[in-house]
């Protein structure tokens, strides 16, 4: 099973994201996951970054998910050079809502991939999330409410310079109702200025508000939990 509607991105993924979001998360969830010992689900594992993260940061087994073909081959490519992340991480070639496990976790992980649930999804998602939970588990994600997005021009976002090579990721907004944000990224490769190799992907992601993420949790049995800002935690009664 695998979905490569994020293809294009693949060998942008790693160069844009280690600029982006991931300092933050390795900085912040370590201490979130303190007690965990035996098992961790991560939601959307992409080509590993937090994966290899959590072997450093825990004993358990990982169950990696991730239903992009490009990605999982990056995330099983990068687990073969290390052999304590071979033995201890199961890659799912599946999505969030189909993940079942042979025990319950004591933990959810799921970094930079909620928006990409639209509302009628999410109720499906918390249930599927709970369900794989042990009664305390935690389910731990990245989120923070933001300004609303506004369509404009197509920016530069980054640019990584590989060998003579220089890669280069743009985007923007195209269109934007309510949570709804639907968005143009434009990814480049430049060999002295020129374009030698250009693709483009059109994605629509779901921002919800906090308090609308709140009453969704609550009502799917989560209690919450202390996190910093820009983080959550949230836990099944025990």
Known sequence: MHDDTYAPAVPFYDLWHADGHVPVVRELLPPLLAGVRRSVVEIGAGTGLITELLVRVTPAEIHAVEPSLGMRSVLVSRLATDPEALRRVTVLPCGALDVELDEPAEAVVMISVLQSFAAA?????????????EPGGRLVFNWRDRAPAVPGELRVMGSYQVGRHAYEVAGQVLEAEGERVTSRFRYRIRRRGEVIGQDELVTTAHWPAGDVLVAELKEAG?????APDGMQVWRMPK
């Open 121 to 133: 999804e999410r109720a499906a998602l918390w249930r599927v999330l709970g369900g794989q939970l």
């Open 222 to 226: 989560f209690e919450p939990g202390q």
